[in-house]
C-alpha cells in the first residue's frame, strides 16, 4: 500500500493538472500532455469496445488534436466566441499498474458557462499513461459520458 500511494498521489496530481490546463484554455499545454502516438475518444456508448467499426461522439489523434486546437484558437473560432469558462471537477481515482502502462479510471464532471448559458457533461475518464521522466504522457484518453446516447449541445472544448 505505500508503495502504491505515492504513484496513485503522482496520478491524481496529473489528472487535476491535465484539468487545470483545460480550465485555463491551455489547450497547447493540454496537448503536449499526450503521446505522439496518443488517441482521444469518446464513445457513443459506455459498451463500446471497436473504436473503428462504430460510430463515436469523437475520435481523434494527436495531429487532429493539434487541428482541433489551433482552429479553437483562431479569431474567427465563432462557435466558440465568447470563449466558454469551464470548470473540469474529477474525483473516485483508481489505478492499475501494467506491464508498461498505468491505467486510471476517474469521474468527470465538466460545467461550461457561455453567453451565461450553463451546461453540464459528466462520465468516467480512463486514462492509460506511460512514463515520462518525472511525469506521464496520455496514451489513450477515454471518456464515456452518461448523456452519451442522448442529445447535449456539440462539445466546444475539450473534456
Known sequence: MTEALPLHHQVSHFLVQEAELLDLGDFDGWLDLFAEDGIYWIPSASDQTDMQGQVSILLEDVPL???????????????????PATV??????????????????SKLIVNEVRDDVSSSLSGTATHQLIASGDSFKILLKRVDLIQAGGTFNALSIPL
Not at 68 to 82: D, E, G, I, Q, T
Not at 88 to 97: A, D, K, S, W, Y
Open 88 to 105: 473540469h471537477l474529477v474525483g473516485n481515482i483508481t489505478v492499475e499498474t501494467g506491464t508498461d502502462d498505468i491505467t486510471v479510471r
Open 65 to 83: 488534436l493539434k487541428l482541433r486546437v489551433a482552429r479553437l484558437s483562431h479569431p474567427r473560432a465563432y462557435a466558440v466566441s465568447p470563449s
